[in-house]
């Protein structure tokens, strides 16, 4: 089993940037997969970003974030980071650090850990 806490969030305005911050604990974090999740408020959970095993080789991101967002780990950390420039109202929402055992789908957004979130909000 794995736990994560997310740390990071909070209030900027339109264009502003954020970093997201998740320490992992438990078994070994290098050897899962892991992301970001988000879900606004009247919104579905949606997958923002996500990150293979080990180095990191693979990543996925979400049609609305790419070029904004970036997802990085340092496993010797146990830490998954998600940076965020170019932020949007359309950004607002609880966001959350999941991670999933090897192997899995860059895509899913089932991931089996989750963390509890951290909140953005983005005003116009």
């Known amino acids: 089993q794995v736990q994560l806490v997310e740390s990071g969030g909070g209030s900027v305005q339109a264009g502003g940037s954020l970093r997201l911050s998740c320490v992992a604990s438990?078994?070994?974090?290098?050897?899962?997969?892991a992301g970001w999740f988000r879900q606004g408020p009247g919104k579905e959970r949606e997958g923002v970003a996500t990150?293979?095993?080990?180095?990191?080789?693979?990543?996925y991101y979400a049609e609305s974030v790419k070029g904004r967002f970036t997802i990085s780990r340092d496993n010797a950390a146990n830490t998954l980071s998600l940076l965020m420039h170019s932020l949007k109202p359309d950004d607002t929402a609880m966001y959350y650090c999941a991670a999933e055992p090897s192997p899995c789908d860059l895509r899913g957004i089932d991931f089996k850990y989750r963390g509890q979130g951290t909140q953005v909000a983005v005003s116009s």
């Open positions: 990150i293979s095993p080990g180095g990191g080789f693979y990543t």
């Open positions: 438990g078994r070994t974090f290098e050897a899962y997969c």
